[in-house]
């Protein structure tokens, strides 16, 4: 795998894998834009060629990230020129240096200064549905995840008349699906009340839906008592306030965690303890229900998770009846048939 780095040598490299890359996508383009899609992965650097690079297309808006080192201006524009030339569009470029430590944004925009319109509110769409879509926000990663764009069409395609729990909701783009889908309910959970607002953003940009619902809270004692389960801790240990839910099961569960964060409630750990999460979270999935549950880190191997999944359900005499694996779109090739982001979808 290549590492990028200035120079004309290593630029004319990197343009070569791109327009690989982009050659690649030509079918699969063909097919997003007649599903009324304009969000989609344009160059995967760290299995096409180059490391450390990503370009995403965000519907006008080209987002061009770097993980490893950083670009320079006339880098920048070379790549936004070779995208927008192959799909004969004009896109408002928007280049985020994530090479400083934990990939966070540098913000000092000394590189390459995007055009204010790039940074304003946009509309981005995928199957028909409006998203919205910010080059740069209070956060870090963009607002859509795009390597989650085919279990968002199997959301959309298996909600009618369902009532959907969104775990780990983000800003909501799979409880929009099932809303689009038909669900007769949908609710949405996340910690971040700054997601959940571009949840209803995105609820509000597509206003024939049903209004969707949206809980603020910690993971933990949401799906606990969602679940039936008492909320534990150390002794004397005082919790701080979170809402009250009632114990109910949902007909169709979706679980896609960080790989890790913690609280005053517990710990999301993907790596070391999955079942803390998991757990929970079939008991809240009703019987003959379907709860589809996502693992991005890319250390941890499919069948060794799926095995894992499975024997966790058993012993909560939840016996999987199918079990299905969706991997990410085209846009997003793995060399090896494992990309980091897994995900099945569990039949009870």
Not at 4 to 31: C, F, N, W, Y
Not at 33 to 51: I, K, M, N
Not at 135 to 157: C, I, M, S, Y
Request: glycine share 8%; aromatic share 6%; with cysteine.
């Amino acid at each position: 795998m290549q590492l990028l780095q200035h120079g004309p040598l290593r630029m004319t490299t990197t343009r070569h894998s791109l327009s690989a890359a982009l050659a690649k996508r030509q079918s699969l383009l063909i097919e997003l834009h007649a599903q009324g899609t304009d969000c989609y992965r344009l160059f995967h650097g760290s299995q096409e060629g180059v490391g450390g690079l990503t370009i995403d297309r965000y519907g006008p808006q080209l987002l061009i990230q770097s993980f490893h080192q950083s670009l320079s201006s006339a880098d920048v524009q070379a790549l936004a020129e070779q995208c927008c030339s192959t799909l004969n569009a004009s896109l408002l470029v928007v280049y985020n240096d994530r090479s400083q430590g934990n990939s966070r944004v540098d913000r000092r925009d000394a590189v390459h200064q995007a055009e204010p319109a790039a940074l304003v509110d946009l509309i981005g769409h995928e199957l028909g549905l409006n998203y919205r879509i910010r080059g740069r926000h209070a956060g870090q990663d963009p607002l859509l995840f795009l390597d989650l764009r085919n279990t968002r069409a199997w959301v959309k395609e298996h909600s009618a008349g369902k009532s959907v729990l969104n775990l780990f909701a983000y800003t909501c783009g799979v409880g929009l699906c099932a809303a689009a889908g038909g669900a007769r309910e949908v609710v949405n959970l996340d910690f971040a009340e700054g997601n959940l607002a571009v949840g209803r953003e995105n609820g509000a940009l597509n206003p024939g839906l049903k209004p969707m619902q949206f809980v603020q809270s910690d993971y933990f004692p949401a799906i606990r008592q969602l679940a039936g389960l008492p909320l534990t801790g150390r002794r004397g240990q005082q919790f701080p306030s979170y809402p009250k839910l009632a114990p109910r099961q949902f007909d169709l569960v979706l679980l896609d965690p960080p790989a890790w964060a913690k609280s005053a409630f517990g710990t999301v750990d993907l790596l070391r303890d999955y079942q803390s999460l998991l757990k929970p979270a079939i008991l809240a999935t009703a019987n003959d229900g379907v709860l589809i549950c996502c693992n991005n880190l890319a250390k941890v191997a499919m069948t060794d998770w799926r095995e894992q999944v499975l024997r966790c359900a058993d012993k909560l005499g939840r016996p999987v009846r199918d079990c299905q694996v969706i991997a990410p779109g085209a846009d997003f090739p793995s060399a090896d048939g494992q990309p980091p982001l897994k995900t099945l979808i569990l039949q009870f």
